[in-house]
């Protein structure tokens, strides 16, 4: 429900979705987080995406896989951070792969930012 929410452009329901989800005792896996990162990134919720990776970590012990962290930095370059993207690729604990740099780029090109 909140993967679809979230693909259809409905973010912040996604988001609703999740926090009753949670109230409710329902227990969110790696997925689950995957599509609330996706949902924020869509909606340009940066502040809330944040939050709920750190959230993933400290109160749910899940561990990042490389598709939260492609999820964070689509986020940060949907919203034109794209020091904070490319830094946050930096001090990845794994070594990105093709699609995050690919994320990173395609949110430079779109944003007319470049480097040679």
Known sequence: MIAALAMHGYGKEAIHVFRKMEVSGVRPDGITFISVLYACSHAGLVNEGCEYFSKMREMYGIEPAIEHYGCMVDLYGRAGKLQKAYDFV???????NAII???LLGACSIHGNVWE
């Open 101 to 103: 740099w690919r994320t």
């Open 90 to 96: 930096c001090q990845l604990p794994i070594s990105p």
